[in-house]
């Protein structure tokens, strides 16, 4: 039955000039980094307490949650096995295994994610790193990096240079790249007097912590821009204008943008930035997230915006420059489902723009036919692209449709239920 929808959906898009096998062999070819911070609502393995102080927030209380590294692997692994093609981790610092040793943050080594390591390894996985600039005393008061208290300063600088050397360990001992972004929640909840200087002290910060040239071909650093977050309502440190600046004036650091989809004005979309951002900077990283009227982090869905990000990767020949990463946190449902859900729907909507008959749009624009872009564009919406992306789930051998459902079901009895909080 797949096969013959394939095969049918196959003439139908061959006629419109689109080679569905080509599709699918690129498809294979992108990894998607998920983050692992979906499986316990960014708690970490510091404390018990989890997420604490400034910026983002994890709602809902769904049982089963992951308590240590290694629930939290084997529910990265179910994750996996129900998403075709072969993707990355992306993991944060507080994730570190210390063998129930207090490190502080500052003080964190290769050898504390050397286990994650190993396990990305054993099961072919590429991974990228966050240092985590939040839930810690000295990020209570709400600056971390742009902080005018030269202490905090210096202890979250050092946790960055850490970050770094152990990012770039992970990409040497794996053999590519890890990107290793820095987010702070730095801001003010309310109108600040002064917005020049937390920004130059964070100027300041960054310069001493990219110090250090890594090789590129074991680690690349991002830096992560927002508009706004709770508790900083009013100005963040860490603007756009800030990163794109820095970027730009620091070229031979070859930094990668991060640009996270709930981190702009709630009618902004990033889809319509990576055109701009790119005729500039080398390689982006995108967070790719679901953002309901505000930073909310809602599982990503294949909505116009998830489409328009995949359309204008392909559209624009920018894969090869753009680092896909996940970034949203639901602890109302199943936090492996949540995982699947969103992650199937960041590589149909890349298969989707693969599938799309750009010559046709193309042309239609560049002929100024208006009339006929809009139609075609509507049109394609209807394509047999289901067809396409059950047989791409068959030939990679995992679950086709709903199926996997019943598999994270299973999991979830066998496994997240017995979990007590
Ligand atoms: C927060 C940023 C950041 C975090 C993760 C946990 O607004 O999006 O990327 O979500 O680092
Ligand atoms: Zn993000």
């Known amino acids: 039955m797949i096969e013959k929808a394939y095969e049918?959906?196959?003439?139908?898009?061959?006629?419109?000039?689109?080679?569905?096998?080509?599709?699918?062999?690129?498809?294979?070819?992108?990894?998607?980094?998920?983050?692992?911070?979906?499986?316990?609502?960014?708690?970490?393995?510091?404390?018990?307490?989890?997420?604490?102080?400034?910026?983002?927030?994890?709602t809902g209380n769904y049982p089963g949650k992951a308590r240590n590294a290694d629930e939290l692997r084997s529910d990265l692994e179910m994750t996996y096995r129900m998403l075709p093609g072969k993707h990355r981790l992306n993991l944060h610092a507080i994730y570190a295994e210390t063998g129930g040793k207090k490190v502080e943050r500052d003080a964190l080594t290769f050898e504390h994610f050397a286990r994650w390591t190993d396990w990305a390894k054993a099961n072919g996985l590429g991974m990228d790193f966050n240092q985590s600039f939040f839930s810690h005393p000295l990020a209570n008061d709400g600056f971390t990096l742009s902080s005018r208290d030269e202490g905090i300063r210096r202890f979250w600088v050092d946790h960055g240079i850490a970050c770094r050397k152990i990012g770039e360990q992970i990409g040497r001992t794996l053999g590519t790249p890890c990107v290793t972004n820095v987010w702070i929640p730095d801001g003010y909840k309310d109108?600040?007097?002064?917005?020049?200087?937390?920004?130059?002290?964070?100027?300041?910060?960054?310069?001493?912590?990219?110090?250090?040239?890594?090789?590129?071909?074991?680690?690349?650093?991002?830096?992560?821009?927002?508009?706004?977050?709770?508790?900083?309502?009013?100005?963040?440190?860490?603007?756009?204008?800030?990163?794109?600046?820095?970027?730009?004036?620091?070229?031979?650091?070859?930094?990668?943008?991060?640009?996270?989809?709930?981190?702009?004005?709630?009618?902004?979309?990033?889809?319509?930035?990576?055109?701009?951002?790119?005729?500039?900077?080398?390689?982006?990283?995108?967070?790719?997230?679901?953002?309901?009227?505000?930073?909310?982090?809602?599982?990503?869905?294949?909505?116009?915006?998830?489409?328009?990000?995949?359309?204008?990767?392909?559209?624009?020949?920018?894969?090869?420059?753009?680092?896909?990463?996940?970034?949203?946190?639901?602890?109302?449902?199943?936090?492996?489902?949540?995982?699947?859900?969103?992650?199937?729907?960041?590589?149909?909507?890349?298969?989707?723009?693969?599938?799309?008959?750009?010559?046709?749009?193309?042309?239609?624009?560049?002929?100024?036919?208006?009339t006929a872009r809009l139609a075609l564009m509507e049109e394609n919406k209807t394509l047999p692209f289901g067809a396409v992306w059950d047989y791409y789930c068959e030939k990679m051998g995992v679950p086709v449709g709903a199926a996997w459902l019943e598999e994270v079901r299973c999991y979830e009895k066998n496994v997240l239920s017995k979990r007590v909080a």
């Not at 995108?286 to 869905?301: A, C, E, F, N, Q």
Request: aromatic share 8%; net charge negative.
């Open 191 to 370: 109108i600040p007097v002064d917005r020049k200087t937390p920004r130059e002290i964070l100027r300041r910060s960054l310069d001493e912590m990219f110090a250090e040239p890594l090789d590129p071909r074991y680690h690349l650093d991002a830096v992560e821009c927002k508009l706004f977050g709770i508790g900083s309502e009013s100005y963040v440190v860490g603007s756009h204008e800030f990163y794109m600046g820095y970027a730009m004036a620091n070229r031979d650091r070859r930094l990668l943008l991060c640009l996270d989809a709930g981190h702009f004005h709630p009618t902004e979309t990033i889809a319509d930035k990576i055109s701009s951002v790119l005729l500039y900077l080398d390689e982006i990283l995108l967070h790719v997230s679901r953002g309901v009227r505000w930073d909310s982090d809602h599982v990503v869905i294949l909505s116009d915006d998830l489409r328009a990000i995949g359309e204008e990767l392909v559209r624009g020949d920018f894969l090869g420059r753009t680092h896909i990463g996940l970034d949203f946190f639901d602890a109302s449902i199943n936090r492996v489902a949540a995982w699947v859900i969103g992650t199937r729907c960041m590589i149909k909507a890349l298969l989707l723009a693969l599938l799309e008959p750009i010559e046709t749009l193309r042309k239609a624009e560049t002929e100024n036919d208006l």
């Open 8 to 58: 049918l959906a196959r003439e139908r898009y061959a006629a419109l000039g689109v080679d569905t096998d080509r599709a699918i062999e690129r498809l294979a070819s992108i990894p998607i980094s998920l983050h692992c911070w979906q499986g316990d609502d960014v708690g970490g393995f510091e404390s018990e307490e989890g997420l604490t102080g400034g910026g983002i927030q994890a």
